[in-house]
């Protein structure tokens, strides 16, 4: 159905990176995410007052809520889709992400009505009435359930959308949730066991793990998360294919939403080469940049001498020094300055963030380390945190 409706209202739904695009397979499986389960409450519901089961009566309830995350996700999406503005400079992206948590935020609600609700079961058990129609209710509600998990979640994925699949972990958690009531009523069926309060809490704890799970991974982007390693690799690839272009360092990547994502780094280039040449070349990459991963680039050129004997001499020595601190560390920006009675070497250190030393230890280390190899040696460093 969802494959029919994309044909019908989405232009060109193959541009997944498209703000359009992905705005409009938000809107689209919000819409449909509202009228399915809509329906599954109406029929849960009349299984609920029939049967007399809390547990049917609860997950009725928790499709109306469903339905509510829909409608959360489909103006979510249509705000994310708004214009830049002079207070939204960067747009309004992010609200794709805020809806996604609103969402995490429901499955947990629901979670914890679901268990409270379940314990007044194992406390007060009733008999659950055994019907067909209630039965087929149920297994309908799973199958449908199931279908909106898998669509949810392979759309989320090809647009790259937490908030779709924070609702496919809706709609899984609902799968489990409906899977597990409709084996409580046959087992009290075929066996007088009145387990219904039992599984209504075990599924609620699994729901409130899985709402967990989803607030973090709508939250993580709004906090400002490491990114993708293999977008960090595209980066650097596209760069270094430039054969001006010696070296990175310092690369930041801004996400403000979903298809508005700026990235600022340092290229180092030779500090002797033409300075108009290697600006060109700058230009280039960030335009290379833009095309093809669809970001703002803004890059800053930082020259290093690579002709000069004494400079590249003494990099050397530094990097032997720092490797037997820590493999993981790395430097940039390195050059010397020399005088009469000592030597400055200037250089960044990178370190990761599980890092044992201070920056102030470590400074003092690798500064105690090189004068044992020459006296007259001073380094001037700058530590930096490891960003990808």
Do not use: W
Not at 26 to 35: K, M, S, Y
Not at 116 to 134: A, T, Y
């Amino acid at each position: 159905m969802i494959t029919l409706l994309t044909k019908l209202f989405i232009k060109d739904p193959a541009s997944y990176s498209s703000p359009a695009v992905r705005r409009a397979y938000g809107v689209l499986c919000g819409a449909v995410g509202i009228c399915l389960n809509l329906l599954l409450f109406a029929g849960k519901f009349f299984a609920g007052l029939f049967s007399g089961s809390i547990a049917i009566t609860a997950d009725a309830f928790n499709n109306l809520s469903d339905a509510g995350s829909s409608i959360i996700t489909l103006i979510g999406f249509r705000m994310a889709g708004h214009k830049p503005d002079p207070d939204h400079p960067f747009g309004h992206g992010r609200i794709e992400y805020i809806s996604g948590f609103l969402v995490s935020l429901l499955i947990l609600l629901m979670a914890f009505e679901l268990i409270k609700s379940s314990v007044d079961k194992i406390l007060r058990p009733q008999d659950i009435l055994f019907s067909p129609v209630i039965i087929a209710i149920l297994a309908v509600s799973i199958l449908v359930k199931c279908y909106m998990a898998l669509y949810n979640l392979r759309i989320g994925r090809q647009i790259d959308s937490a908030a779709m699949k924070a609702t496919a972990t809706d709609s899984l958690s609902d799968m489990l949730a409906t899977a597990a009531v409709l084996a409580a009523t046959l087992i009290a069926h075929y066996t007088g066991l009145k387990i219904d309060g039992y599984c209504g809490v075990l599924v609620g704890l699994f729901i409130l793990y899985a709402g967990f799970q989803a607030a973090r991974d709508t939250l993580n982007p709004l906090l400002g998360q490491a990114p993708d390693p293999s977008f960090v690799k595209q980066i650097e690839e596209i760069v270094m294919s430039y054969d001006a272009i010696l070296g990175i360092h310092d690369l930041i990547v801004h996400n403000y939403g979903p298809g508005r994502v700026l990235i600022s780094l340092h290229a180092e280039v030779p500090a002797d080469g033409d300075l108009l040449t290697l600006h060109d070349t700058i230009d280039l990459a960030e335009h290379q940049l833009h095309r093809e991963l669809g970001c703002s680039a803004v890059i800053h050129m930082d020259p290093v001498c690579i002709h000069d004997e004494q400079t590249s001499r003494l990099k050397e020595q530094v990097l032997q020094v720092i490797a037997t601190i820590d493999k993981r560390l790395t430097i940039h920006d390195f050059r010397i300055v020399t005088g009469p009675t000592h030597t400055n070497l200037i250089f960044d250190v990178v370190t990761p963030y599980d890092f044992d030393y201070s920056d102030a230890g470590l400074c003092e280390l690798i500064n105690r380390r090189l004068k044992e190899l020459d006296d007259s040696y001073c380094a001037v460093i700058d530590v930096d945190k490891q960003m990808v």
